[in-house]
């Protein structure tokens, strides 16, 4: 296992396109966590699940936006309609609870609206 | 309300010279703390983290530094290398195995002069 993957790396999409991204976490790891991050900032807090369970959304999760995690694996972000104010970096970590290290991230899902 | 900024947004240092990245947090119930390396185009990479029931902490050529008093934490990096040039960011959180949801300053940008 060689970490917390994120597919697609690149998507340019236009306004108003539904976008679908993916994360497989480190295999072991039972929370799974979406952030984003725009240009020169932090990334911000989404959403996070234990195993398939979602026990935390982000206001700035719209209803718009919605995540998934199954089979408490891999997980998917769905933007619908998507709005230029979409762009940005979409961020995934995963870790295993009662570990005391922080995250593992991925390399995140860079999102362009035209 | 809850924030963790960082005191300057840039920072450059001549190579070989140490390093010395600040942050300051606002919510005194946070009790971890974590530095991320964030180069461009990657995900942030875990660089150490600190418990509140710490004042320092010591890795490979980087020491962290928690000062509750005054909420303020640093980031020290020692003999500096051109592949230390990236965006550090400090996060807090209030697990202390930091398995919750963590929250990310603007970050700085440290560049290494060779």
């Known amino acids: 296992d060689t970490g917390v993957s994120q597919d697609p790396r690149h998507k340019i999409t236009k306004r108003g396109q539904n976008v679908t991204f993916r994360c497989d976490p480190i295999?072991?790891?039972?929370?799974l966590y979406w952030y984003r991050q725009t240009l020169g900032q932090g990334p911000e807090f989404l959403t996070y699940f234990q195993n398939e369970a979602q026990l935390e959304k982000s206001r700035l999760l719209s209803d718009r936006f919605s995540a998934e995690r199954p089979k408490g694996s891999f997980s998917t972000l769905e933007i619908q309609r998507t709005e230029q104010g979409d762009s940005a970096m979409y961020l995934c970590?995963?870790?295993?609870?009662?570990?005391?290290?922080?995250?593992?991230f991925g390399s995140g899902t860079r999102l362009t609206v035209v | 309300g809850e924030s963790v900024g960082l005191h300057l947004p840039t920072l450059s240092v001549q190579e070989g010279d140490n390093s010395i990245i600040n942050c300051a947090y606002s919510n005194s119930a946070s009790d971890y703390f974590i530095w991320y390396k964030q180069e461009s185009g990657k995900g942030p990479q875990f660089i150490i983290d600190i418990r509140s029931n710490m004042d320092k902490r010591q890795g490979q050529r980087v020491t962290v530094l928690l000062n509750k008093t005054v909420k303020h934490l640093s980031l020290q990096i020692a003999a500096t290398q051109p592949g230390d040039s990236a965006v550090y960011f400090c996060a807090e959180n209030r697990s202390n195995f930091g398995n919750e949801k963590l929250t990310f300053g603007t970050g700085t940008r440290l560049t290494i002069i060779p």
């Open positions: 295999s072991e790891h039972n929370r």
């Open positions: 970590a995963s870790t295993l609870t009662g570990t005391a290290y922080g995250y593992t």
